[in-house]
């Protein structure tokens, strides 16, 4: 079981104390069942909002073997023995936890999406006091791609439309992506365009000719899909394709707890999983 017992300060390395909040959500039991099989980290807090149906339950409940640690609406409770809180909520819910972590010293991991600009400063701020990891996709493979894109932009610059699509199952809120709209900075960024000016989001009735000089978006939303985002350079002849399809949130997950770690030499800072995944 992995839990906190009265003999871990018997071990060399005491295991990463971790929370999550969100703890009853599709990436909040993927991340406490990620760091309740991890060797070195143990699940130090569950967070979930006011009202929440598991809240009292035991936070591994659902994985058969229980770890001592309840679920809790209270902040102070699930963040009181944690280092690093990894929050994959809402942004609203995200900035009230943000708060506490500031205040208490834990060093957070954030994978939530859909802030606005000023949503985004208030975590600029706060990593001046806290070490925080933040990005759109946790997993390696999209961050990767991200990596290709850039590469990919800079060669087709001219003669090629960019359109980005993504698919998500039929529970996701925000729209497009966080991963699709991180493809169109990069995107962006690579040619020199300002994507508040060129993004396109979605089109319908007589919308004229294409302009070259947009980045167009689509999203797709429908059932169990975990997470698919396409980016497309059609050109005159030839078209280039670059997918990264999720089958699992496990990679989510793992991304994650990768972060952690990285973040257990850092005291305060803003980082990226380019900066933990060393891309
Ligand atoms: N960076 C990445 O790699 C990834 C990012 N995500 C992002 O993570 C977020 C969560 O996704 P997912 O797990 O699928 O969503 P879920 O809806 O399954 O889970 C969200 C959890 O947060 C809780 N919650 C909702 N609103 C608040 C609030 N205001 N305060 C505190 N808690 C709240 C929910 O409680 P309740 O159910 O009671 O509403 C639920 O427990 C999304 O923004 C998604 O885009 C997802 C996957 C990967
Ligand atoms: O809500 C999801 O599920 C996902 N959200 C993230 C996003 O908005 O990019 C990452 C992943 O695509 C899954």
Redesign the pocket.
Known sequence: MNHLTPDESSTDTPPLRIAVAGSSG?MGRMLIEAIHQTPGMVLAGALDRPGAPGLGQDATQFLGTPCGIAITDDPVQALGQAQVLIDFTRPEGTLQHLAHCRALGVKMVI?T??FEPDELARIQAAAQQIAIVMA??MSVGVNVVLRLLDQAARALSTGFDIEII?A??RH?V?AP????LRMGQVVADALGRDLEECAVYGREGITGERDPSTIGFATVRGGDI??D?TVLFAGTGERIEITHK?SS?AT?AQGSLRACRFLQDRDSGLFDMFDVLGL
């Open positions: 599709r994978g999406t859909g759109p996709n993504e998500h199952h996701k925000d992506s966080g991963t699709a975990v997470g985002h999720s949130r989510y």
